[in-house]
Every structure is written in C-alpha cells, then in structure tokens.
C-alpha cells in the first residue's frame, strides 16, 4: 500500500533557507513537510562547509554552517516539522480533486499539500570525483570535511585551486602531521588573501606545494588510503617527474556538479536551469508552487542566504493565503503578538 501524508505546504530542501521557511510558515499556523536528498538537513551548509565560518547572517557577526544549520533547526522546533531525509522529490501532479500537489518520493510515498515550496539551492549536487578513487571513498578519500579534528596527526593531500582547497589548507596545517597542496598549475582561483596566505605556508616549509595531477592510488593491507603517485610538472620546462607522496587523507574539492534532477520535469518555467519566480509572491508559473533561495531567479537576484531568507518571508504569507483562502491573515509582530507568541511557546 502506497503511503500517503498530508499537510498545508511541502518543501523540497532542507537547507537554511527551506528551514526558515518552516518558521515563517509556523509563524502563520502552517505544518510543513520537508524532502531532502542530503541524509541530514543543512544543505551545502552541513555538506560542504559544516565548519567554515560565515559572516553575513543579521546580528551573528560569525558562525560556521553548522551552527547556522543548529540554530535554525533549533528555531523551528515549535512547529514540529516532519524530515524526509535521504529522498528525492520524483513527480509533482495536481490531485485527482484538482484541490491540492501531490508530490511523490523516490520510495513511492505520496506528500500531499496545498502550497509547494521548491527551497533546493542549485537543484541536486554533487562533488566532482577524482577518476580512478571510487575504491579508496570512505576510506581516505573525501570531498567534505565532517570534522576538523579528524585530521590530526595525519599526512593529508588537498586537491584544487579554488577557495574551498585553499581555506582547508590553511585550517587543517595547524592540525594534521602535515599537508601538501595539489594542483595542475602554480596558479589558483580562491581569494588573493588566502592565496598569500598559502603560499606563506610553503615558503616557511610547513605546506608542501605539488604542481601536476594525481596519477594513482594505492592502500594499505586493510584496504585505506596510504599514498598517492603524482605526475609532476617541471617549472620552465614541459619536463615531468613522478613522486610518490604519503597520503591518510585526500580531499579533492573540484567543484560540484549540478543538476536540476526531476525537478526539470515539473513543468514549472526555467531560465537557465533556474526557477523563474515573480518578487510579490515568489510563486512560479505553477499556482500554488513558489520557489525561494539559489533555485530561483528574477531581476536583481543575489545569491545569498539572507536573500532566502527574505523570500521566505514573502512567501510564507503568500502561500497562507492558498493553504487558509477561507480566512483573513492578520499580520502581527513577534514582539507583541499574543497568537504568535503562543505558538511558539513562549510566554510573557
């Protein structure tokens, strides 16, 4: 038998902005369902960067994206969302009523709600892998860093020019027995303050500095990671050797790659792989279905979280009226509104 669930408004993403929305949504006496690809909610924020700080969310001069995502689950607790983690959002479709989505999951269970919210940042991601290192996965091999201390004492290989391989190089040397950096050409993309800052390190000799690409990998008598082999580029020359490096650990951080997934077959209105949304309501050119967040787009549009957060709100009051046509929502502040307060439990 088919499982089936029914709340007010189902969203597709469970990162810092599909979580906001669960508490302006709350705000407005609306039960969400959340669906996320990721095991954990957080989106980008848990998966790629739990630990690096962020510095423009209001009033929090720096948090990592971890506590960002605690704080945020934290907020929403009065309004007992319902997760639905590990899943994937396969089909949208109006009811047999035509009075609400349905929106079915990859295990075949049915969400039905009045409001859509699609909140999934760039669509479903994931990291560009090193050809030849499906074995050594798990094993040594990572694309995100889970926890800084898990790298003490190690001998750890970083591949990539961008920020996120610089960033880690500067935060895991202090930690690890050492770090070596790994990439095709003695050039980089990541910010010129972090770049110095590298190179810093390898001037003074506490960061090793390998210019060419990784050829091989080979594991120890359990199975993990050990060492890699390099081809490496002779500087002024096209000359090439090849080095064998001592290696625990490699994180590769090539970029992501990204895909709208089934979302593309929705039938919502695209602009460059992008939801295309109106500022009022942040609804798509589905009624009932709105999208805040890196999904969507419109003139002006800044990729930021704070961005999201803004949309979220708009929303939110947006979809009330879907979700309540029937009633009259009456805006209210959560400094001096009674009914807000109360649901989210707090008491004068």
């Known amino acids: 038998m088919t499982p089936t669930m029914t709340t007010d408004v189902i969203i597709i993403g469970a990162g810092p902005v599909g979580l906001f929305a669960v508490f302006e949504l709350g705000l407005l006496g609306l039960r969400a369902h959340l669906i996320d690809i990721l095991p954990r909610a ?56 035509d009075t609400a989505w349905q929106v079915t999951l990859d295990d075949g269970t049915i969400l039905t709600g009045a409001a859509v919210v699609i909140a999934a940042g760039g669509g479903q991601f994931e990291p560009k892998k090193l050809p030849g290192a499906q074995a ?142 109106d500022t009022a309501r942040f609804e798509t050119s589905l009624p009932g279905v709105f999208a805040i967040g890196d999904i969507n787009t419109y003139p002006g549009k800044l990729k930021l979280i704070l961005s999201g957060f803004h949309e979220a709100a708009l929303m939110a009051h947006a979809a009330f009226g879907v979700c309540r046509p029937d009633e009259r929502l009456r805006f209210g502040y959560t400094t001096t509104s009674s009914d807000l307060k109360a649901r989210l439990g707090v008491h004068d």
Do not use: N
């Open 42 to 97: 957080g989106g980008q924020c848990a998966e790629l960067y739990p630990e690096k700080p962020i510095y423009d969310i209001p009033a929090i001069p720096s948090c990592t994206g971890q506590e960002l995502v605690d704080r945020l689950l934290q907020q929403i607790k009065p309004f007992a969302p319902t997760f639905h983690l590990g899943r994937s959002a396969q089909g949208l479709a109006r009811t047999a009523d």
């Open 136 to 277: 050594f996965e798990g094993k040594g091999v990572a694309y995100a860093v889970r926890e800084t201390q898990a790298y003490r004492d190690r001998d750890v290989v970083i591949a990539g020019g961008g920020d996120s391989a610089l960033d880690w190089v500067l935060a895991l040397a202090p930690v690890a027995r050492s770090v070596a950096l790994v990439h095709r050409r003695d050039a980089f993309r990541g910010a010129p303050a972090s770049e110095a800052a590298v190179r810093a390190l390898v001037a003074k000799g506490q960061v090793a500095l390998l210019i060419g690409q990784i050829t091989d990998y080979h594991g120890d008598e359990a199975g993990h990671l050990a060492r890699i082999s390099l081809r490496l580029t002779g500087q002024g020359d096209e000359a090439t050797i090849t080095q064998e490096v001592s290696c625990q650990a490699l994180l590769a951080f090539y970029g992501l790659t990204m895909r709208l997934g089934p979302l593309a077959d929705f039938g919502l209105a695209l602009e460059r792989q992008l939801v295309v949304v």
